[in-house]
């Protein structure tokens, strides 16, 4: 493992945690896309040994623990599974129980991806993003999918309470929301609504809270207790040879912030010390002035004592702006300093060209990079924009897979006199591996980056 970075948020024990609480649902789920009983222990410890290398050396990849870890077994597993992907009933694995078995053959006879979305949102227990993950697709893409699943599922056990809904509009996603009870989020409400007074709606809610509540007590497969603490205690090995303590990352921001504490107070410190400074050497120039007329012979009337005299400014300095308001030290931690500046000149405010120095100014525009499409086919053409970037410089775009790997894909394109530029990447792994790809671009100085969903 080479390149080491430390992952933000995420420590040794974090990762530990993750493998050790889902570690016999993995295993139960590659049983289940086919896996032989041995096959099945391999690909649970290295799928997570590759979760502690991608968190290690690529973790904006890992945009969430349990989704990518499954996601990886699965394509793993793909690998090394039986040719008719069935799980074997018999040698005790699940025969004992009748109602298990039926369960099992209802979900052999599904699409691999239906039944790979009902194992994890069901019998697993996994939250949306993660099943999105998994499935390299979004967390609404992943529940449409869900409730899919689900009805397919009815069939294939004779459940024939759902109405038949040819041709009406069904929000799927939203119904198989519903179908799993608890709280209805805001955005829900209206399909809720209508799903409580149309009868194919309503029929396809009840059938999703049928399917969700029969999978929920499907059996896992553990992992056998002779290999289980072996597997746990290797992958627990690694993510403390490789990521941070949760000491180390407290520490860490501790630091930061201690850090960042005093730059807070710089800039109205530094604007005290300047409005005294210029108060003093405004009162040293008044009594110079006054002591310079008072010496020599002056025509001036004589002052009248009940009248002030008008005060004459003394003239400034240096052209160095002042801050016209001093910001108080309470409120908002990084105070702002209004200075007067001169009006700029006539056209200053034309096209981007380079300084006097020969050096590009820097982009006045925030820097992003877009790819379009997000999605598709391994070796696809992605268009990739960018903006903010150094203005006729240089960007090398490199196409990562997964884990954060180098996949030799890789383009170049030359930023205009905005900031701007535009090129196009092929999106080829050769590992063909599914999921979601990182698309990273830099020009020396600054870097950024996008996604690219490669479908399975």
């Given amino acids: 493992m080479a390149d080491l970075r430390r992952a933000p948020g ?3 024990e974090d990762v530990s945690a993750a493998v050790r609480i889902h570690a016999d649902r993995v295993h139960d789920f590659v049983r289940r896309l086919g896996c032989s009983p041995a096959a099945a222990v391999e690909v649970v410890e290295t799928s997570a040994l590759d979760l502690v290398d991608a968190v290690a050396t690529a973790p904006g990849t890992v945009t969430d623990v349990v989704g990518w870890w499954f996601g990886r077994a699965r394509a793993l597993g793909r690998r090394v599974s039986g040719a008719t992907q069935e799980l074997p009933l018999g040698g005790g694995v699940l025969s004992a129980d009748q109602d298990q078995a039926v369960l099992a053959e209802a979900l052999e006879v599904l699409p691999e991806r239906e039944r790979v979305a009902l194992l994890l949102r069901d019998s697993y ?4 993003p993660a099943v999105g993950v998994a499935l390299g697709t979004d967390a609404e893409a992943g529940m449409e999918t869900v ?26 996603g939203v119904l198989a929301r519903l179908g799993e009870g608890g709280a209805v989020a805001a955005a829900d409400a209206t399909a809720r609504r209508h799903a409580q007074a149309c009868a194919m709606c309503r029929s396809v809610w009840d059938g999703q809270a ?15 207790e002779a290999l289980r603490d072996g597997v746990l205690g290797r992958v627990d090995a690694q993510a403390r040879a490789y990521l941070p303590s949760s ?3 407290l520490v860490g921001e501790d630091e930061e912030l201690l850090d960042e504490a005093p730059s807070r107070w710089r800039v109205p410190f530094y604007a005290l010390i300047g409005l005294v400074a210029a108060a003093i050497v405004g009162t040293v120039i008044g009594l110079l002035l006054s002591r310079g007329s008072s010496g020599g012979t002056s025509s001036a009337p004589p002052v009248d004592p009940g009248v002030l005299p008008k005060v004459t400014a003394a003239p400034l300095l240096s052209q160095s702006p002042v801050p016209t308001t001093f910001p108080t030290l309470s409120g908002n931690p990084s105070p702002t300093v209004f200075f ?4 700029p000149s006539p056209g200053a405010s034309g096209p981007v060209t380079p300084s006097r ?11 992003t990079l877009t790819a379009d499409p997000t999605t598709g086919p391994n070796g696809g053409a992605v268009t990739i924009q960018g903006t903010g970037w150094l203005p006729r410089g240089t960007v090398t775009i490199d196409y990562l897979d997964p884990l954060g790997r180098q996949t030799g894909s890789h383009a170049t394109a030359t930023v205009d006199a905005r900031g701007r ?22 020009d020396g100085t600054q870097t950024a980056s996008a996604t690219y969903d490669a479908q399975g």
């Fill in 210 to 224: 049928r399917a969700h509540s029969m999978l929920a007590g499907l059996t896992v497969v553990a992992l056998p």
């Fill in 247 to 249: 000491a180390e990352l």
């Fill in 357 to 367: 120095s020969g050096v590009p100014e820097p982009a006045t525009e925030p820097l």
């Fill in 340 to 343: 007067v500046t001169p009006s």
């Fill in 10 to 12: 995420l420590s040794a």
């Fill in 147 to 172: 409730g899919r699943a689900r009805l397919a599922f009815l069939d294939a056990v004779g459940d024939e309470d759902v109405l038949p809904t040819a041709g009406h509009a069904l929000q799927l």
């Fill in 421 to 442: 530029f535009t090129t196009t990447l092929s999106a080829q792994d050769p590992s063909n591996l599914p999921g979601r790809h990182t698309i990273r671009a830099t």
């Fill in 125 to 128: 227990a996994l939250s949306a």
